[in-house]
């Protein structure tokens, strides 16, 4: 009545055959050499920012801002001489600690 059963291998078993071929594979690389490089084949270009959809607004808040800042920078002028003057006699104190 004895019956011959073979083994099955258990997960217990294949846990550890997965574990020794992993750490074969890993004693197989290569060791670093300093200083590591990249060797760059292709070009890092990617145009996918240029066909994303802007919303309308944008474009029109940067020419205000532009506009802005023309104006601003137009209306410059001097202060005049005693404004120089006053401002450039004493510039120590305006940076005392």
């Known amino acids: ?3 011959i059963v073979s083994t099955r291998p258990s997960s217990t078993t294949f846990a550890v055959a997965m574990s020794a ?3 074969t594979g890993q004693l197989q690389y290569p060791s670093r050499v300093e ?5 760059q ?4 270009y990617s145009d996918f920012m240029e066909h994303l959809a802007r919303p ?3 474009d029109n808040f ?3 801002i532009a506009a802005i800042y023309s104006s601003f920078a137009q209306r410059q002028e001097r202060l005049g001489a005693e404004f120089e003057a006053a401002i450039f ?3 120590e ?4 600690a």
């Open 62 to 64: 940067a020419q205000q």
């Open 93 to 96: 104190s305006l940076y005392e």
């Open 1 to 3: 009545m004895n019956k």
């Open 41 to 44: 084949v292709g070009g890092t």
């Open 89 to 91: 006699s004493d510039l």
């Open 35 to 39: 200083p590591y490089q990249v060797i």
């Open 21 to 23: 071929a992993i750490l």
């Open 56 to 58: 309308v607004g944008v």
